[in-house]
Structure formats: C-alpha cells, structure tokens
C-alpha cells in the first residue's frame, strides 16, 4: 500500500502519503479492502478460523471452522477504540 502511494504521490513526505493512504480503496483477496481515514487500521472482510473439538471433527484434518465476516462496519475501530492520533499531527 505504501508503496503504491509514494508512487502516486511522487512524494516521500509522511503527511502526503498518509492523505494518500486514508483514501486508498481496492479489492483485496477477501473483498474490498479501505483505509479507515479516523482510525488508519485496513477494514475489509475476512475469515475466522475458530478450532474444532475433537468430536465435531468429521475427518482426520478437519480441525476448524470458517467464519466470513463480510461486513466491515461489523470490525471497524472508533478512533477512541484504536487510540490513533495520526490526524493531529498532520
């Protein structure tokens, strides 16, 4: 991500590639995939994996299940929650 920002911005300067990053969006290999501009933590969809008791096992290998979260408000950090001061500093 940072990467691609300091190409766009052909800028190396913090507070350049920061605006940058806080309105990057792209499709992830989970789904869409966002800078949350309050909080700069990636919001997108993903997976769980929560372990499997050895009875709920139906083979060898089958040791978990797979939970989506599709929703990304379901996981988005309040600024408060994530403690991020980036935006005064700018």
Not at 24 to 32: A, E, S, V
Not at 46 to 55: L, M, N, R, S, T
Not at 73 to 84: F, M, V
Request: charged fraction near 30%; charge should be negative; include cysteine.
């Amino acid at each position: 991500m940072y990467l691609k920002t300091v190409a766009e911005t052909q800028s190396l300067k913090a507070r350049d590639n920061i605006l940058a990053l806080e309105k990057w969006q792209f499709d992830g290999l989970t789904g869409p995939e966002r800078m949350n501009p309050d909080t700069h933590v990636v919001e997108k969809p993903h997976y769980a994996a929560v372990g499997k008791k050895p009875e709920e096992k139906r083979y060898e290998d089958d040791w978990v299940f797979l939970h989506t979260v599709s929703n990304p408000a379901e996981i988005a950090w309040t600024q408060a929650r994530a403690q991020c001061h980036f935006k005064e500093r700018i």
